[in-house]
């Protein structure tokens, strides 16, 4: 009897345009379900742009029925007005799934890179064709898409992985005190 189908959305987070890419799970075989980009309104106060990808990224949640949520960690950036805007619009990636009763997994770049491409340093266009061969039938059609499959597919391979160290290994070794009287 294998493992039941586990549906595990990647959120690459980012405020102009946060990617979305959904996959099941079953035992070892991966199969695509959606991906899309949400768009927020740059002419819009923060507040509102926030309000959008909230927004957003529950109609996903609501649409695909995740059960598993994985977000991409971001990396420091140069400019911390950028950092910190980024880091508002990834608050929105953990807290939206965290509301809908997921648990949610942070994946730093370079593990995501490293488990699909083979190399923590990989290209936008080499993590997109990974990401095409390993789902034939996705459609991203846009590198925050693709990314957000590479993030849905690092944890669907960590999560596995996980899953199979526990059936080997040894149960947990507990002591027992003596109490001599």
């Known amino acids: 009897m294998g493992s039941p189908a586990i549906r595990i959305i990647g959120i690459d987070p980012g405020l102009r345009n946060m990617g979305w890419g959904i996959v099941e799970t079953e035992g070892s075989r991966l199969t695509f379900v959606a991906c899309g980009t949400i768009h927020s309104d740059g002419a819009l106060s923060l507040g509102d742009r ?26 420091m950036n140069r400019d911390p007005q950028s950092a910190l ?11 939206v799934p965290a509301l809908a009763g997921l648990p949610v997994a942070e994946y730093a770049a370079n593990l995501v890179k490293k488990t ?25 059609a846009s590198a925050d898409a693709a990314d957000a499959l590479a993030i849905a597919i690092c944890h669907a391979q960590h999560r596995g992985a996980k899953a199979r160290a526990a059936l ?14």
């Open 50 to 75: 926030l309000r959008q990808l909230h927004e957003g990224l529950a109609g996903v949640l609501q649409m695909h029925t995740p059960a598993e949520a994985a977000v991409e960690e971001t990396f």
């Open 116 to 140: 699909v491409v083979g190399a923590g340093h990989a290209e936008k266009h080499q993590i997109a064709m990974m990401v095409k061969i390993l789902l034939p039938k996705a459609d991203a």
């Open 168 to 181: 080997v290994a040894p149960p947990p070794q507990t002591t027992s005190r003596r109490r001599f009287v």
């Open 85 to 95: 805007k980024l880091g508002q619009a990834r608050g929105i990636a953990l807290v």
